[in-house]
């Protein structure tokens, strides 16, 4: 990208707007309530958040093009509502549908998709392994017969709520119902309960060939480049929150008579925690920005994006849950709810060494 095409990272007035509107819906007080309470029910996502971002809201559609029913807002304006989604460790699949899904269906050029994804609410989940780096070479998850797709796919994210599940498949990429015959999914234990995964199994579930083997491919590297890029914005509002909620306890929290926040090693810890998480902001914007044209820059791009932001979400992470001292490890508190999100994701999309080695060989970095 040349000096004269690096795009404007600030955020502008829509995207702050949009920001307020999303902070004051998942600020509510009795939101982590709500959300432990949901996780040991059994039912982690929350069906009507979904209905409130996704209906009232359209935010489900913002990668869907006006004339598919979308908002055409764009990956940067996708990244905004990623980030607070993140602050508030919102259990909706948002990450699975609205960004790698709708991708991989904007690559097919799958209209009628597109447009229930876009106006009907409908849930789409991407059927490969939530670990799938999209540096390796695109998986062939399932088999197709006569129209009858087939094949076991471990851990994948989004899929429990979905509506139509996405299928790799040597000739192309199949959509399948997810409630229809031949489709079972079973929940695992997943360290982050507010995106459960869970396995998957086609036994001759009647599907849709959307694209070809080539075109499917291609389709799926692209929905894993992109959701590898804005997962670093999700990551980014984990890891801001975490800061943000430390910085406020510590001034707070007294010892020996003084605040925790103002012992110098407190201090240090802190500041060199928000060098990291504004560094990262200007990581995961920069990766929004170019996820919008596919190629090796968005490559790059998401290759840096999570070789960076993965690691400091964890970090500020850990450090929340440290720095809280006894409470910071407690059912109530949700610090854990953060954790448990910046370590599943951290693994998300390959860890931070694949995407370390993969940046290196797309710049020509030679290996030591």
Known sequence: MSASTVPDLRYDDTEEDLRASLRALLSTEDRFTDTLARIDGGEPYDAKLWRVLAGEMGLAGLLVPEALGGAGAGHRVTSLVLEELGRAVAPVPYLGSAVVATTALLACDASDLLRRLAGDHMIAALAVPFSRSPHESPPATATATAGRVAGTITSVADALPADVLLAPAADGLWAVDAEGPGVVRTPVVSLDATRQLCDLTLDGAPGERIADGDAGRAAVRAALTVGAALLAAEQLGVASWCLERTVAYVKERRQFGRPVGSFQAVKHRLADLWVDVTQ???????????????????EIAAALAQAHCGPVAVTAAEECVQLHGGIGFTWEYPAHLYLKRAKASAIAFGTADRHRKALGDLVDLPAV
Do not use: Q
């Open 280 to 298: 990262a902001r200007a990581v995961a914007r920069y990766a929004a920005a170019c996820a919008a044209a596919p190629g090796a820059e968005a």
